[in-house]
Each structure stands twice: as C-alpha cells, then as structure tokens.
C-alpha cells in the first residue's frame, strides 16, 4: 500500500510570506513540515500544486507527502495536523493516493477566484480579502472584455517574469465568470494552467478597463500580440482579493 | 443647527478591547475619540447606543458626538474620520441630529446575530468570527427551542450581572430567527433592549440544548422562574460569532 498522502489544505493568506518555504519559516508549507516532523520526529517534505504569493488564500490548495510508513489512518492524519497548525491553516482532508500521484504534476486545471470590493468604503471584515476599488467600476465593459481571455491565448503579456527559455507561455482559460452583488464583485477563473501573477495581472487589465483607463481591443491586442500588448497590461491586483479556489486532477 | 453628529461604524472586534475607552487605548471608542482628536484638535466624547465587549463586531453600531461647530459636511467628516482609522474600524455613515437625539437613550431596539460553524473542522475565514462547535447539533431542537424567548420575559436568569438594585431585567424579544447552510448556522435576535451578555447567554443555552444537554423545558423554566432557572443557563457563548446588526431608534 502507498506511503504518498494527499492533502487538501485551505488557509488564510494575511498571517503569512506565502506557500512557498521561506528561510523564517513563515510560509504555509514550512508550518505544513512543521507539524508533520512535531507528528512523526521525521523531515517531510510537502509538496503543493503550486506556490501563491504572499498575502494570497486558498479554499482548497493540494499537496503531497511521502511518509516513512501508513500505519495512521487519515482521520488520525487530520486530527493531528490539524491540532499542531494555527487555525489560520487547516487541513479539510486528507488521503492516501498512488505513487504516481503528483500533486503539481499531476494537475490539469485549477479555479482561482479573486473579491473586488466597490464602493468608497471597504468593509472591516473585508479587509485583506478583497481589492478595495472606491470608484465606480463600469461592470458591463469588465464582464464583456473578460470573455476576451476564454480559449487558448499565449498569455506572456500577462506574467510577471518570461519564466525558463524555451517553455510556453500559452494557456487554456475554460472559463471566467463574473457574479456581483452590491459592492461586491467575484471574478472565477478556471484554466488549464497559470503563469507568474497570471491571474492578477488579468484582473489588474480588468479593472482598468471598468475604469475606462483601458479598452477591450488593447486586451484583445495584448492576447494576440503579446509583445505589442505587454505595457498595457502591467497593473497587478492585490494579493488580498486572490483565493485558489479548487486544483483539478 | 446643531452640532451633534450621528456615527455609524463598522469594525471588525478581533484587534480591539472592545468598544468602551481603556486606559491603553485598545478600545473601539478610544480610536474614534483618537481620530475626532487629530482633525478638530478638541476633546470630542464619543457616546455610543451600548458597549460591545472584547472580540464582538458591529455592521452598524451606531453613536454620537457633539463638536464645537458645524462647518465641515458630513462627507468631510466621513473622510476625514475613515482616514485616520485604522481599516478594521470604518465609519459608514455620519449625518447632523437634533440635540434631542442620543445615541444611547434614543435607542428603542437592537438586533444582534450570532454565528455558529457547527463542523468538526473550522475554515480559516470563520476564525475569530463564529463560534466552532465540532460535534453536530440539533438544528431542529435548537430551533424550536429560540422560539421560548420570543416575547416579554424577565431574562435575569440570561445575565452575566445583576445589573443596579431596582432596575428592571424584563426585556421585549421581538424575534429570533435562525439560518442554517451547511456548516454555518446564523441566528438573529431583535428586542427592545438586552442585558448584560444577554445575547450570548441566550446563545449558550440554545447550544446546549442543540447538543442534547439541556431541555427546551429547562429553558422555558428559566425564563419564568429566574432563580430557579438561573444554573441551567450559563454558558457564555464566545464573543468571536457575535455581531451587533443594526441599532433602532
């Protein structure tokens, strides 16, 4: 029988640098290690479907372990990594998978959701969980242009680095769906992949364009041609908005 | 015209001691009495419609202040005031009342919500902001239960004081209505006024009787005959699932 644990770990990005290890131990996956080394006095590695930046949350994240053995059950798994993380990390479940399971490479899709709030006053509890925008936001040209980004894009004017020579940059948006409700305005995002700040940077072209500081033909220009298109693009919404919602297998 | 103006505030009761000023400053109120500070450069007494305690929130607490002039708009107040607060505290709205009005003895009703996480698992996002109770509970029961409070009682038996000798502790419940979707589990409770940690009493109880360790019978009892009643009903509910929704005048 496997060793290889699957987690489904959600957490509140505002406490921390971040997913991704950090030399302070101040990252989700170290608080992650930290608790599976305090259950089983050994270095276990996790490893995520991805980072997410410091600030950025997440619904449902997925990871993987290697175990030294499986004599824990995965109800006893999530009662102790749960009772050993701070409650700004939980782990919602947890099983045990085949070796070949990969949780970064074995993933074909994710959803990420990012909070606008708008109105001239950002409510307490929305503080660090959405992008306070106080002017209006025109959302009939934001929802018309974000159906600009469905289909297969080479999306390079839309990462924050050129990433490795030679790999792609060309990405399968299934989806961007667009609900609001009052000040609030959800953004869901689902594709095959994201490069660097993709997904912010999207939302950032978005937002200009509910401003009107920005065109649906500029984005359109910026996914056909994306070195003409580069400048245009360049605003990053905030971490505070950003919640990986759900990583496809 | 006068010079009295009307607050309402929003805030977020993790980081604070509660609205009533403190020596260290912690208080809901101190922050505000802090910020008409820094922009009139007076002693500006902030009265509110009540005090919430230590790590309870408000969408609408409402309050008053009397200013030395009125030459600054309500919208100059507004922005001003937002500011120089810290974001978990927001004024939502602020207008100019006649000096018969007081935030405190206008008020002629309040209405609070409580929120309960009733899953063995607490998700990041309802930390510090619902009351997490693990083992499942009897929504039914619960449910059938709140309605004992509806109407006039003497809820001495649902204070965490006695309150001043003399002093009345009947109190007119108007409505208690209960939510529920998945996990999460919201009852809200209007009356004419509350005691002392009323509401959270009231909760405690309802809980208890959601959990099979208290009877609806114990509860009716306890608001016919207080004393009798009065060991039955004293679990505090915690203070992170109260919300103050709207204050009545």
Redesign the interface.
């Known amino acids: 029988m496997s060793k290889r644990l699957q987690l489904v770990v959600?957490?509140?990005g505002v406490p921390f640098a971040g997913w991704q290890s950090q030399k302070n131990g101040d990252a989700i996956q170290d608080r992650l290690e930290s608790a599976f080394h305090a259950i089983s006095g050994q270095t276990i590695r996790v490893h995520g479907a991805g980072r997410t930046d410091a600030g950025v949350?997440a619904l449902a994240q997925c990871a993987h372990v290697d175990l030294p053995d499986n004599r824990f059950g995965t109800e006893k798994w999530?009662a102790a990594l749960?009772s050993r993380l701070p409650?700004?990390?939980?782990?919602?479940r947890c099983r045990y998978v085949p070796a070949t399971f990969h949780a970064r490479f074995s993933a074909i899709g994710k959803v990420y959701r990012y909070r606008i709030w708008n109105d001239p006053?950002?409510?307490?509890?929305e503080?660090g969980?959405a992008w306070h925008i106080a002017s209006p936001l025109n959302f009939h040209e934001l929802e018309a242009t974000a159906q600009e980004f469905c289909g297969e894009h080479d999306f390079a004017a839309f990462a924050a680095n050129r990433g490795k020579p030679g790999e792609s940059t060309v990405r399968l948006i299934h989806r961007v769906k667009i609900r609001r409700a009052g000040a609030r305005c959800v953004i869901e995002i689902e594709g095959n992949g994201f490069l660097y700040k993709m997904v912010r940077l999207m939302v950032g072209a978005l937002v200009r364009v509910g401003l009107g500081k920005a065109s649906r033909e500029e984005i359109a220009l910026a996914l056909t041609a994306p070195k003409k298109g580069c400048g245009l693009t360049k605003l990053v919404a905030p971490a505070d908005g950003l919640f990986l919602v759900r990583v496809r297998y």
């Open positions: 959600a957490y509140d949350h999530l749960n409650p700004t990390i939980r782990v919602l006053i950002l409510l307490p509890f503080n969980r």
